[in-house]
């Protein structure tokens, strides 16, 4: 059977398409509009569809008259961006760590495959890979990421960094001397791969803002959340993040949850039983583990998570999570905490 091609991404690749736009005097929020989007939704769900995406670089082209938009935006992507990861990759102490962390956590930040590195004596080469979609959207989203690899290089590598070369699976565009104008090197295109080649003689050397203890705070963070849905196959773990994902303020819907993944609710539901998974189960582990999370939290009120997570009051909520657990909420606070007081006393001390 072929791997099906992933159909989200994270909101995060939005924020510099937004800022390019603001530049030009746009909002934002027109933009989403003018597609059919809710801003709220897209900024607390935090995953979009290719489709939607593609839609939204082919609009603010013809918006901002910017053929070379993927190259636009990419320049003012920047780490924080992408949150925990982005915080990890900056605080790592060498160009190796990097490749390494981003290999190890890339599906915190996509769906879509991870890239490849091949380390040689002279150079690094980073194949990187888009999501199938129409032709300009998938261009301009190569363009995207390419742009955004050099930005983020130059932003942690400082003087170490230096761009090689770069090859794009798509022709050569209309635009490509603002291409060759960027990125100051030979581009190559009707390549195999996308990719992006640097320079290795520093992969090694002291980045400017290691952090070792840092890196390793959040290297626990970041396995905490790649472990979270490591027990569900491929289509199931997509669901479960959207569905981890989903603002409390929207009720969760298998139509709704479907449509953002680009595809019906009859079709979810048979991909899901294709590996022996239940859309309820998994509605069911995110109320669970989202009422675990809260309640280890002191102010958290009880009858506010009860209608946060969709309960009509406080005693359902209960007796489900009584069910799941075993025990009542306010035993589980009560047990966290005297197992938990202790760990935190060594934790002030280190």
């Avoid at 002191?298 to 657990?325: C, I, M, N, P, Y």
Wanted: proline fraction near 4%; glycine fraction near 6%.
């Amino acid at each position: 059977m072929s791997q099906r091609t992933p159909n989200t991404m994270a909101t995060a690749a939005l924020q510099p398409l937004f800022r390019l736009l603001e530049s030009k005097g746009y909002a934002s929020s027109e933009l989403l509009k003018s597609i059919g989007l809710n801003s709220n939704t897209i900024s607390t769900t935090q995953r979009i569809s290719i489709h939607d995406f593609d839609r939204l670089l082919e609009h603010c082209s013809h918006l901002i008259d910017e053929p070379a938009i993927g190259l636009a935006a990419g320049q003012r992507l920047e780490l924080p961006n992408f949150y925990l990861l982005g915080f990890l990759i900056s605080s790592c102490q060498s160009g190796r760590e990097v490749l390494a962390i981003l290999r190890r956590y890339y599906s915190l930040i996509s769906d879509s495959r991870s890239p490849d590195f091949y380390i040689g004596q002279e150079s690094i080469k980073v194949l990187f890979y888009v999501s199938e979609g129409q032709h300009f959207g998938s261009q301009a989203r190569a363009e995207f990421v390419a742009a955004g690899i050099h930005s983020i290089g130059k932003a942690i590598g400082g003087s170490y960094y230096r761009l090689k070369g770069i090859g794009f699976r798509s022709a050569p565009p209309s635009y490509r001397h603002k291409l060759e104008e960027y990125f100051g090197v030979p581009i190559e295109y009707n390549q195999p791969q996308n990719w992006i080649s640097t320079d290795s003689k520093h992969l090694d050397s002291p980045l400017m803002y290691a952090n070792p203890m840092l890196v390793h705070t959040l290297r626990s963070q970041a396995e905490d959340n790649l472990s979270r849905f490591s027990h569900l196959q491929a289509f199931s773990r997509k669901v479960m993040y959207v569905l981890h994902q989903w603002p409390e303020s929207v009720a969760i819907t298998k139509t709704a949850v479907a449509a953002l993944l680009n595809t019906s609710s009859r079709t979810l539901t048979r991909r899901l039983q294709e590996e022996d998974c239940q859309f309820s189960t998994l509605v069911k582990e995110v109320r669970l583990e989202k009422a675990k999370q809260a309640l280890e939290q002191d102010s958290a009120d009880v009858q506010q998570l009860a209608l946060d997570l969709g309960f009509s009051d406080r005693r359902g909520f209960e007796r489900a999570f009584k069910q799941w657990t075993g025990e009542t909420p306010a035993a589980y606070r009560r047990n966290y905490r005297n197992q938990g007081a202790p760990l935190e006393r060594m934790a002030a001390m280190v």
